[in-house]
């Protein structure tokens, strides 16, 4: 039972079905749910009966300022354990082992260095400096801001004007942001975003399930962050429904649910204030990355294409389906940055409103024609859009860039999409972020990943779409694999930009075409010659190689060819940190993983690896799919056939 001591009083006026909840937290087993912490479970069929949030989470300045100075220990149930990661000491039913996903760090990292930048912009506009605990006093990402701070400062002191007020971590700003955590499930990020990010007025951690709420309002009552935090027990998207009007809307709202976030991407978008951060993280890669295309359809309307390039296209639906709903109420968006990351992805994007805005978004969006033998992919706009002055015009786009048959290796083309044509990321915003952590690395314990991430982003081509990797144009023609910066320096000798990509090791993202890519490798092709005699006439090896190529590369390896994250030996992608570290099982009604899953999960670990060789270690079946025999003879059946191990 939760014992109710003096401490606990201000969660007395919580409804009183919210305090029949909490009162009998203790006799439950929670369910997995997840915010990306990891899993999030199905959500409870009952629905809330009340609608309103738990605002008995807002104690008096007296309680408030009492909790600042001395963060309440909230005593622990049986079985539960606190689980510490950034500021944020988490209360978890240790029955429940899906509730924290370690390897999560990393986003709910990024996504408060994100929203801490996003709240300096903003506040600074409105007249407030943010202070972050161990950063310097200011950040300056180049002259041209520093001479501008320096001129506003003489200016300040030359005017006699009132000190600038500040805004600290952990304190509640009158003119600051209000955030919304749409499926908040332990409220571990929104715990985090009260103890991390300053300028915040308030911070709204919402779940449908009533058990995820209680834990919200244990959590916040642990970590002393009441006077900012309000646990929410709603429908997420009828609550964003119900915020939509312009003076109700929220300055940040994250998305980050089990799965698909698609339910919930048309709310979003509306109860987004004007310039709003949104923040969406999908985990639904299967369908994203081409393995269900009409899945992707029906909950993106965009179809995904199985391609070396499957990550990035999945970051690029996520954005034309974003666009497309926010499109409808007369919004646009504007990504800031979009990483694909891990088994996930995740976007952080403004959303503006503007008639005349909207109207770009047809040439916005583009078609991708990918050739199923050699892997070419090309673009193909949805509308067309020209500038004659001051004057724009907007028509439909003439097409296809491609012809029946792929050019270089005669196969057919695959078509998916629309997806998002434009840049991923806005480099000046993810430099002023980059800058931020670099210079304050003890305020994150993923910044080294945090650092090495976001220089790659600042390095890629932001006019390109899509990639291709080394290792599959080598794999086509059937040849070794060249080096990668004797690849990247070919192109770069060719007269053409080349970049790395964030979403793929082995990534290169150029604008050189794709005949200069095969010309290349004919070239490496010349130096590390393949057996001719064994390729199939139909293959696209074949047809590639039969062609003399045009460009006659040069692999000397330039100095830029090499890249400063890369020269620098930034951390970039992520190494595995411990077993089993992917996104895990969703959480089954009793809370926890049940023995049955987790005995098949280690079955299947190493299944290729460690092979069996021993037949009575295979298992029994009928005769006519029984594999396991060695020998001719009779079944149990007595049906006479021939049987081959496999």
Same mark, same amino acid.
């Given at each position: ?27 439950? /087993? ?31 300045? /007296? ?7 001395? @963060? ?38 990024? &996504? ?163 310039? !709003? ?23 993106? !309307? ?24 926010? !499109? ?9 940055? #979009? ?31 990918? #050739? ?14 020209? &500038? ?11 097409? @296809? ?101 964030? /979403? #793929? ?23 590390? @010659? ?16 039969? &062609? ?90 007595? #049906? ?7």
């Amino acid at each position: 039972m939760l014992i109710i001591t003096a401490r606990l009083l201000p969660l007395l006026t919580v409804p009183f079905t919210h305090q029949r909840i909490l009162r009998t937290v203790g006799s439950v /087993a929670y369910r997995g749910l997840r915010t990306m912490e990891p899993l999030r479970a199905p959500q409870d069929p009952q629905p809330p009966t009340s609608g309103a949030p738990m605002e008995g989470l807002n104690p008096s300045p /007296a309680a408030s300022t009492l909790d600042q100075e001395m @963060p309440p220990t909230t005593g622990l149930l049986p079985g539960e354990t606190v689980v510490r990661e950034g500021k944020a000491a988490i209360l978890f039913p240790s029955a429940n082992e899906v509730f924290y996903n370690p390897v999560q760090e990393f986003n709910r990292d990024l &996504t408060c260095a994100v929203v801490t930048e996003f709240a300096r912009e903003q506040m600074a506009r409105r007249g407030v400096k943010v202070v972050v605990p161990g950063e310097k006093e200011r950040v300056v990402v180049n002259l041209a801001d520093e001479k501008k701070e320096e001129t506003e400062m003489q200016t300040g002191e030359e005017g006699g004007e009132e000190p600038v007020v500040t805004a600290s971590v952990g304190e509640r700003c009158k003119n600051g942001l209000r955030v919304l955590e749409g499926l908040a499930a332990s409220g571990l990020r929104s715990v985090r975003f009260a103890l991390e990010v300053p300028g915040l007025r308030s911070v709204t951690a919402n779940d449908f399930s009533s058990k995820a709420a209680a834990l919200i309002a244990r959590n916040a009552q642990h970590n002393g962050v009441t006077h900012l935090l309000q646990a929410s027990q709603r429908d997420a998207s009828m609550l964003m429904y119900e915020m939509r009007g312009k003076k109700d809307r929220y300055d940040v709202i994250d998305l980050d649910p089990y799965g698909s976030p698609a339910p919930f991407l048309d709310a979003a978008v509306q109860a987004v204030g004007e310039g !709003g951060l949104l923040c969406v993280t999908c985990t639904d890669m299967a369908v994203m990355a081409g393995n269900s295309g009409e899945t992707c359809y029906s909950k993106y !309307g965009s179809v995904s294409i199985k391609a070396k390039y499957c990550h990035e296209m999945a970051l690029r639906i996520i954005l034309h389906s974003l666009d497309q709903r926010a !499109g409808v109420y007369q919004r646009y968006i504007h990504p800031l940055l #979009c990483v694909s990351v891990d088994f996930y992805i995740r976007v952080f994007v403004r959303v503006h409103t503007g008639q005349a805005m909207v109207k770009n978004s047809a040439s916005k969006q583009a078609l991708v024609y990918n #050739c199923v033998g050699c892997g070419s992919f090309h673009l193909q706009r949805l509308g067309k859009r020209t &500038t004659q002055g001051n004057h724009i015009k907007y028509s439909a786009a003439t097409g @296809p860039p491609v012809g029946a048959e792929c050019e270089h290796c005669g196969h057919r083309h695959q078509l998916g999409g629309p997806i998002w044509g434009e840049a991923l990321h806005d480099v000046s915003f993810v430099q002023k972020v980059l800058s931020a952590v670099s210079g304050n690395p003890s305020r994150f314990g993923t910044a080294r990943r945090i650092e090495g991430m976001l220089s790659m982003v600042t390095e890629e081509l932001e006019d390109v779409p899509l990639y291709y990797t080394v290792d599959n144009l080598s794999s086509t023609v059937h040849c070794s694999t060249p080096p990668l910066l004797q690849f990247r320096s070919a192109l770069l000798h060719a007269g053409h930009r080349v970049s790395l990509s964030h /979403a #793929c090791k082995n990534a290169l993202k150029t604008d050189a075409p794709p005949r200069v890519l095969w010309d290349v490798m004919r070239c490496w092709e010349k130096s590390n @010659p393949v057996k001719r005699d064994r390729l199939s006439e139909s293959s696209p090896a074949h047809h590639i190689l039969n &062609t003399e190529p045009i460009l006659q590369a040069c692999f000397d390896v330039r100095e830029d060819a090499n890249p400063q994250s890369r020269r620098r030996h930034l951390t970039r992608f992520q190494e595995n940190p411990e077993p089993f570290w992917g996104p895990k099982a969703r959480a089954n009604a009793g809370g926890g993983i049940s023995s049955d899953l987790e005995d098949r999960r280690k079955q299947g670990q190493n299944k290729r690896k460690n092979q069996i060789t021993d037949a009575t270690q295979l298992k029994s079946f009928p005769c006519k799919s029984f594999t396991g025999a060695f020998s001719l003879g009779k079944c149990s059946e007595g #049906c006479e056939h021939t049987l081959f191990f496999s």
